[in-house]
């Protein structure tokens, strides 16, 4: 293992809501985790050079700079994290790997399959050399779902029949809401079907260890054109929310996405995306049934796991709370005492420990990009499932 005084440079390329959420991750792993070497917020990249080393300043990196490219070719950084658009990852990532830094790459990992394909060959090249990469879907690293992939591991739901899965949201179910980077088919690929729907599709095949093999969906844009946020003339579609400029503009991804899955393990899936549940926030809605038993999870109340077990006496059988904040659980140990609670920023943390680790360790970080890949491909069939109103089959990885 390699000597935890040892450190690895990081170069942030980003600092918009994911860059925010990862900053967080690298300034406090090491202060709660023994880590196996230390992360040093080297430089912080984005477009414009004021904003950067506001975000440098705000943030806790050392510099910031304008140019990923004068970054990724110093000799002074190790490790490439991209929190940019989708449309941006392919070039990013590979230019790093090839430079032989170590990247963690945020989801989705790429906007088509083809980018995420070469993405996942120059990844492949890079492990010959040492070099580590990793698609940042987060929330495989809040310990309930750790839990629930643990339980589905022991056998304590048996064989899995069911698969429900929602991911819900309602940013944008007022129509007048702006235009954002995440409404441009260019700049993010899919609308809820890549931001929020990969999420599921990944949750669900981390937590029964099983992948999907077929699907049919459906994808609609209920609104097709809104105001531009009032950033637009300065060439940026802005965040989660802005204020609207008077010039409209057409929305060019999917508000809502919807599709039926059967796993390589035999259960039949559910899914659903969308950004206009109404009143729901961040509702990441999980439910797993088995011959021998239910679990259910809610991001709404994160640090809860419901497990029902079939095996009970009937007079007290039930869906029992777990309350997954016990030290036995995934990467609680190193928090609070028990029922105090993690959150949404936790699972950034945990991803940094597990990168970290994997570096230093010599081994595959995981989700990787050939996860990231398989991702793709499902969402890729989606689209084209809702185009042609086909059953669509995923390439076994
Ligand atoms: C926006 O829909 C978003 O920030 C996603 O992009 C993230 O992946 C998810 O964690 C929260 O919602």
Redesign the pocket.
């Known amino acids: 293992m390699t000597d935890p005084s040892s450190s690895l440079r990081v170069a942030m390329i980003g600092h918009a ?2 860059g925010n959420a990862h900053s967080q991750a690298w300034r406090t792993a090491p202060h709660f985790f023994a880590l196996p070497a230390h992360p040093e917020m080297a430089v912080v990249v984005g477009r414009d050079a004021g904003r950067a080393a506001e975000a440098a300043a705000r943030l806790g990196w050392a510099e910031s700079s304008t140019d990923w490219r004068e970054v990724i070719a110093r000799d002074d950084i190790d490790v490439v994290d991209i929190c940019t658009p989708g449309d941006t990852h392919a070039e990013i990532a590979i230019a790093a790997l090839e430079a032989g830094k170590h990247v963690l790459c ?2 989705p990992l790429a906007n088509t399959v083809a980018e995420a394909e070469a993405m996942t060959a120059a990844a492949d090249q890079a492990r010959s050399r040492g070099v580590r990469a990793m698609v940042g879907f ?2 495989r690293r809040v310990p309930a779902i750790g839990l629930a992939r643990q339980l589905v591991a022991e056998g304590r739901v048996g064989d899995i029949r069911h698969v429900r899965a929602q991911y819900l ?1 309602d ?1 944008i179910a007022d129509p007048e809401a702006p235009l954002s980077w ?1 409404l441009d088919k260019e700049r993010a690929g899919s609308g809820a079907l890549g ?2 729907g990969a ?1 599921v599709i990944d949750l669900t095949q981390f937590i029964t260890g099983s992948r999907i093999t077929e699907l049919t969906g459906r994808l609609e844009t209920f609104v097709k054109e809104r105001p531009y946020a009032e950033s637009h003339s300065a060439g940026s579609l802005g965040g ?1 929310s802005g204020t609207a400029s008077t010039e409209r503009g057409p929305v060019t991804v999917d508000d809502a996405a919807s599709f039926l899955a059967t796993f390589a393990g035999g259960a039949m899936g559910v899914f659903e995306a969308t ?1 206009f549940a109404t009143g729901r926030k ?1 509702a990441i809605r999980i439910e797993v049934n088995g011959s021998l038993g239910s679990l259910a999870f809610d991001f709404e109340d994160m640090n809860v796991l419901e497990y029902f077990d079939a095996r009970d006496d009937a007079e007290v059988a039930g869906f029992r709370r777990i309350i997954a904040t016990e030290s036995v659980h995934p990467y609680v140990a190193a928090w609070w005492p028990p029922g105090h609670g993690l959150g ?1 920023e936790h699972g950034f943390t945990h991803q940094v420990v597990d990168l970290v680790t994997a570096i230093a360790d010599g081994t595959d970080p995981s989700p990787s990009f050939a996860d990231g890949l398989q991702v793709q491909q499902v969402l890729a069939a989606v689209e084209t499932s809702s185009d042609t109103r086909t059953w669509q089959e995923i390439p076994p990885s």
Do not use: A, G, S, V
């Open positions: 809501f994911m945020e989801k987060t929330y949201q940013w995440r931001d929020i999420h989660l950004r961040n949404y």
